[in-house]
Each structure stands twice: as structure tokens, then as C-alpha cells.
């Protein structure tokens, strides 16, 4: 099944310790890309990737961290957690120029405490 | 300014109504344009893709206006699962959401 699996579903954490949010798809999608959500907020860019070793930073890259060694997984780091990091975080894949449209992941609710 | 605006809502509809949404962009490069819903606390899903000649999916229509950089979605014969927020999508270099508009129908 075509899809793009995140982990983990819910996270809460303590600031300061350091966490990981995975994230594969198994459509080999050239791009990926993170959005945290927030009430009234939207989706709001985090980071994005449009190919394998290449990155750039969406609309509220700070505190966050990426990495694209593999076509396949798109994982988030946090390095040092904050309480303004409490959020909805949503993968997304897709073909970037195709107008397919993007799939997402299930998303991940972190509370960092 | 944010360069993909939507009205919030919330749209309260009854049941069989017909609703329309618009969604404005404001760079004129933006490439590609999508309806997306997405229901309480779940990822937004694709609803449909959005082209230039206006298309068309049971009781959905999505149109595009270059012109005035709007795009819509029309809603026939709502129905109580129709109720979500709707989120516009628009790509140029990257892609941008919109904060969405919240729709509810009530029987």
C-alpha cells in the first residue's frame, strides 16, 4: 500500500531531550516536506526536500533539523526541545511537477513539557 | 500579507445547500493549485487537483482564475459527511497551504 508512515503517533517529551520524528514513504517521491500545525495557525513549512542530499528551510525552520540520505526517509530532529514546540507535525511526499497533489502522514502530536 | 489567504469560516450549511469557497494567491509564478480536506485532528487529504479549464468530480468543482489569482471550490447537494475544513494548496517553488475554512453542515 502507497503511503507515507510517521513515527511516533504521540510524543511527550521534557525540554531539552533531544528527539527524532520519523519519516518514510514508500513511493519513491522526490519531495518531502514537514508542516507543524497549530490552531489558527495552519500549516506552516518547516523544512522541505526536493531530492536526495538536498534541503531547504520552509517558514518556521528554528529549532528543527533535517536530513534527506535516502530518497525514502525524511526524518525530523529537535535537538533541544521547547514548550513553543508543542505541536501537530504532518509529513508530506510528492512528485513535485506532476500536479499529482502530496500524501501525508498520519502526524505526529508532540507535547514537550 | 500571507500569499495564500482563505476565508476561516465557519460555513454553516444545511444538509443539500450548495457552498463555495474561494482561495487567493498572490504570486503570479504559483504553478500548480489543489483542494485538500482535512477533518479534525487528521492529515489533510487530497480532494482534488485544480486546472486551468475548471474541473469537475461528482459534486465538487474546482475552478482557477489567473487572471484575478483566485481558485474555488463549489459544493452541490452537501451532505452531513461533507463537513471538514478545507484547505487550499498552491505550488511554486515550494508549497504553500492555506489556514483553511471550516465547513459544517447541519441535518
Known amino acids: 500500500e502507497a503511503q507515507v508512515t510517521q513515527n511516533p503517533r504521540y510524543l511527550i517529551t521534557v525540554t531539552g531531550k533531544k528527539l527524532t520524528v520519523t519519516c518514510s514513504q514508500n513511493?519513491?517521491?522526490?519531495?518531502m516536506s514537514w508542516y507543524r500545525q497549530d490552531p489558527g495557525l495552519g500549516l506552516r513549512q518547516i523544512y522541505y526536500?526536493?531530492?536526495?542530499?538536498?534541503?531547504d528551510k520552509g517558514d518556521v525552520p528554528e529549532g528543527y533539523k533535517v536530513s534527506r540520505k535516502e530518497k525514502r526517509n525524511f526524518p525530523l530532529i529537535l535537538e533541544s526541545p521547547s514548550p513553543n514546540q508543542t505541536s501537530l507535525y504532518f509529513c508530506a511526499s510528492g512528485f513535485f511537477d506532476r500536479g499529482d497533489g502530496y500524501t501525508f502522514g498520519s502526524g505526529t502530536r508532540l507535547t514537550v513539557v | 500579507r500571507k500569499e495564500v489567504e482563505q476565508d476561516p469560516g465557519p460555513f454553516n450549511v444545511p444538509e443539500g445547500a450548495t457552498v463555495a469557497f474561494n482561495c487567493t494567491y498572490s504570486n503570479s509564478a504559483s504553478q500548480s493549485f489543489f483542494w485538500y480536506r482535512q477533518d479534525c485532528r487528521k492529515e489533510p487529504k487530497l480532494l482534488m487537483s485544480v486546472y486551468s479549464s475548471g474541473n469537475e468530480d461528482g459534486r465538487f468543482t474546482a475552478q482557477l482564475n489567473r487572471a484575478s489569482q483566485y481558485i474555488s471550490l463549489l459544493i452541490r447537494d452537501s451532505k452531513l459527511s461533507d463537513s471538514a475544513t478545507y484547505l487550499c494548496?498552491?505550488?511554486?517553488?515550494?508549497?504553500?497551504f492555506g489556514s483553511g475554512t471550516r465547513l459544517s453542515i447541519r441535518p
Open positions: 513511493m519513491n517521491h522526490e519531495y
Open positions: 494548496a498552491v505550488v511554486r517553488s515550494k508549497i504553500i
Open positions: 526536500s526536493m531530492n536526495v542530499e538536498v534541503t
